[in-house]
């Protein structure tokens, strides 16, 4: 089958692959779709060293089955699917739990690290265990299949954190994740969301996803969340979607008293924090990875127009093209925010 693989740092090539072998709790999944996520360009160069090559990357696919393994009873060919990136063992204690995002045994699909190494989904086809998979209604486009993850990444997020009836939040950071982020805490019923960004264009976009207020994230962009949230204290939670010091630090600054940071970027493995703000005025700090049984919300929310992702597709292309546009959106010179690759 043919495939696009990473065959050094920032480099790749269309290569004739194995197609996969279908294990017997396995399907066998034509791919239809797969968008290129925020993660596998900054991955790609080698900085997060969990992008080693060779390795076919992707992970926000969707496509159709055309093979099921002998002990596959739920699914059949023909099937139109999506599936969770992260293969989880379902029995350990975290799976047990329901947080199978941090299944002790757990591997990502197009991830390749010091632990594991496991092709993704920019191929012809990919095999991926049955109890991952979840089924699309015949109204969803592929393309618009490929923003099931994404969501669910989002949706996680917000369910993290428990939100006060008529919460008023921050997102700071208007890239795909925050964006979905936006809708996703007007879903939950936030009254008042204000999303901070550096661009323009993308401030512009998150006013017509459902952002009530948008604010340059430039000069004192706390004392502006705290007039567009009428609250002399802050917000009472913001969500950090970029993950670099600025941008933790305008979250941080942002919140009232005993409000909550939930922290869901990570363009950098460590940042300084303002520990001092966090101590005294008693914030919560929390964490989000992944998704943990958000993948059915994501496609329901997505089917029925409660999360719109039709303005958030930058293009749609064919795989071989792939590295020209792993290229365009490498350089940050273009206002892309999702691009999805067609095998």
Known sequence: MKALVLTAPSQFEMRDVPEPTVGADEVLIAVRACGICGSDVQGMDGRTGRRQPPLVMGHEAAGVIVRTGQRVRTWSVGDRV????????????????????????????????????????????????????????????????????????????????????????????????????????????????VAVDINESRLSLAERVGADVVLPADGDTS???????????????????????????????????????????????????PLQLLVTRELSAIGTYGAAGEFPAAIEAIANGQIDVSGLLSAVAPLEDGPNWFARLGSRREQLLKVVLTP
């Open 82 to 193: 999506t599936f969770d990136s992260t293969i989880y063992c379902g029995t350990c204690v975290a799976c047990a739990e329901g947080r199978v995002n941090l299944c002790e045994n757990r591997r990502v699909i197009g991830v390749s690290c010091a632990e594991y190494r496991m092709d993704g989904a920019f191929a012809q086809y990919i095999a991926v265990p049955e109890r991952v998979v979840h089924r699309l209604p015949d109204t969803m486009t592929f393309e618009a299949a490929a923003f099931v993850e994404p969501t669910a990444v989002a949706l996680h997020a917000v369910n993290r954190l428990k939100l006060p009836l008529h919460a008023n939040v921050v997102v700071v950071g208007a890239g795909l994740i925050g964006l979905l982020v936006v809708q996703a805490l007007k879903l939950r019923g936030a009254k008042t969301v």
């Open 223 to 273: 004392f502006a969340v705290r007039r567009a949230v009428a609250c002399d204290d802050g917000a009472d939670a913001a969500f950090e979607v970029v993950g670099l010091e600025a941008s933790l630090r305008t979250a941080v600054e942002s919140v009232r008293k005993g409000g909550a940071i939930v922290c869901v970027g990570n363009l950098a493995p460590d940042v300084k924090f």
